[in-house]
């Protein structure tokens, strides 16, 4: 088990999770988008840097969830 943080916004909480739990585990996560109310459609940082969903989160971490941008397909 290892200790993240998670931030969304203003609000934040602290979660232990499993040694290979990623970012993708993270964003699709139930009880950490009830707690801190975002939706489907984020994009993760850690220290800044956008991560992608297979990306296992270090112990301490603490990843910032911002709502990603709508993409249009080009025609």
């Known amino acids: 088990?290892?200790?993240?943080?998670?931030?969304?916004?203003?609000?934040?909480?602290?979660?232990?999770?499993?040694?290979?739990?990623?970012?993708?585990d993270l964003q699709e996560n139930d009880a950490i988008k009830g707690a801190l109310g975002h939706g489907d459609n984020t994009k993760a940082l850690i220290n800044g840097i956008e991560q992608n969903r297979q990306t296992v989160i270090p112990d301490g971490a603490t990843v910032r969830l911002e709502t990603a941008a709508n993409t249009k397909a080009k025609a």
């Open 1 to 24: 088990m290892k200790q993240i943080t998670v931030e969304y916004g203003v609000d934040s909480i602290t979660k232990q999770v499993e040694n290979g739990f990623t970012i993708g």
